[in-house]
């Protein structure tokens, strides 16, 4: 049975992306391509990034109609509903996964997708696509969501997960146009990057973060697999950067140390970023990754207020945060920030301790978001009782969602105003004052 995978997400419809112009490719995606043409499958990719919906439609129109993969995310929800319509009219037989659709199984279903893969794709999409699509055979299949003839939403066990990462092969990119993203990187900011992973899933709990693919587990692959990926990347494509897109990179230190001695076993070094936990990092830890020649490494803090970390099960302090920032700026490293405003019960003294926090960190970067509930996640049954929504399913997101009783918009607007005040090299004290006069006048203000 041949399959066509997509990723419903449209770099030129994304106004945001169009700013920065950072894309990557698809690695999921191109993960179960690899996996599935190593089991004998016949997969083609549309890598929608620089494509166009009208593009993918017309494929889906012309056929000859097959089986189509799509992957989903809550910022995909919207082109994935238009895709699954398209499909379906053209007469493919459409899977649907990724970390949304597992949580409004009900919603995609309704919307024409026959059958949702549930957590990590490999093995359940293989035995989906051994079955010829027989409807008969799913029951026996993990990780599977489907309606049954009375109608009802069955939904199988977990499937197993790959135990072995070593065993697979490297995610697909020859399947898609590389050059195209390190040409637009080249062209925006005059160097190309490239993404790759060394591990899968993350096991801490954090109460807003949606496990919904990985679950709570974390797997490894080998130092000597990334580092020969590394090596076939840098000859394939000569990139400048590297970004190691793994959730916690400096999670287990013993395998990052292997790591850097491998790469200098093989004569390898090139600038990288990656995410890490500020327990995670400490003297010896940014001293490798200074050596393994580490430009930026971003750190979650989401808040300065101890209260709210301790409410999200964030599992670190403050003087963490801090000692982090400080070990890897002593080193020559840049560190980027992740602030969250408006978690549940957030108030006005957390937000100060927040800016106070960031200005003694002084990152390099600060990225601010309003927190907002994913479903399927602790945080948002905690919130459930008190979510408002703004528009249909079918044409909204889960960043649409309203939490009745929080502080509004425009409050959490004056919140960063503070935050990009206290931020500046030399404080401008007007600038600075008008943003707490408007926190204080707008605190009142909530969510309907």
Same mark, same amino acid.
């Given at each position: ?155 199988? /066990? ?80 000569? /990139? ?137 996640? /602790? ?70």
């Amino acid at each position: 049975m041949k399959l066509l995978l997509t990723h419903a997400y449209f770099l030129f419809e994304d106004p945001k992306e169009q700013q920065i112009m950072k894309p990557y490719a698809p690695l999921g995606l191109l993960y179960l391509s690899s996996y599935l043409r190593k089991q004998g499958f016949a997969v083609d990719i549309y890598d929608s990034t620089f494509g166009s919906k009208k593009e993918l439609f017309d494929l889906l129109r012309d056929g000859p109609p097959s089986t189509l993969g799509i992957y989903a995310n809550l910022m995909t929800r919207l082109n994935a509903l238009e895709i699954i319509k398209c499909a379906r009219e053209a007469g493919w037989n459409v899977i649907v996964g990724g970390p949304e659709p597992a949580n409004y199984p009900e919603q995609y279903l309704n919307s024409g997708a026959d059958v949702i893969v549930a957590g990590e794709g490999e093995l359940a999409l293989e035995n989906l696509l051994r079955s010829s699509f027989d409807r008969n055979a799913w029951s026996q299949i993990g990780g599977l969501i489907f309606r049954g003839e009375d109608g009802s939403v069955i939904r199988t /066990p977990s499937a197993p997960l790959i135990k072995d990462l070593d065993a697979q092969p490297w995610p697909d990119r020859e399947r898609i146009d590389m050059h195209q993203y390190l040409d637009t990187w080249r062209t925006f900011h005059g160097k190309g990057s490239v993404s790759l992973i060394t591990a899968r899933g993350c096991p801490y709990r954090c109460n807003w973060c949606s496990h919904s693919v990985y679950g709570v587990t974390h797997r490894r692959r080998s130092p000597k697999s990334v580092v020969s990926e590394i090596e076939w990347i840098l000859e394939r494509y000569n /990139p400048e950067l590297l970004w190691l897109a793994d959730d916690v990179f400096t999670i287990h230190h013993g395998w990052l140390f292997e790591f850097a001695a491998e790469m200098q076993r093989k004569k390898l070094s090139i600038p990288f970023e990656c995410i890490t936990r500020a327990d995670r990092v400490n003297e010896a830890v940014a001293q490798t990754l200074a050596e393994l020649r580490c430009f930026r490494v971003w750190i979650g803090s989401e808040s300065g207020s101890q209260r709210i970390l301790d409410a999200m099960q964030r599992g670190v302090t403050i003087q963490q945060v801090r000692s982090a920032v400080r070990l890897c700026k002593s080193r020559g490293i840049q560190t980027g920030m992740f602030l969250m405003w408006g978690y549940d019960g957030e108030e006005i003294e957390d937000i100060e301790q927040t800016v106070a926090h960031a200005k003694a960190c002084q990152p390099d970067v600060c990225f601010t978001t309003i927190s907002y509930p994913i479903k399927g996640t /602790p945080y948002y049954e905690r919130v459930s009782s008190r979510l408002v929504t703004l528009g249909d399913w079918t044409q909204s997101t889960d960043r649409d969602l309203r939490i009745k009783g929080r502080h509004s918009r425009r409050f959490y607007q004056h919140a960063d105003d503070l935050l990009k005040s206290e931020l500046l090299p030399a404080p401008d004290p007007a600038r600075t004052l008008a943003a707490r006069m408007g926190l204080q006048m707008t605190r009142d203000e909530v969510e309907a």
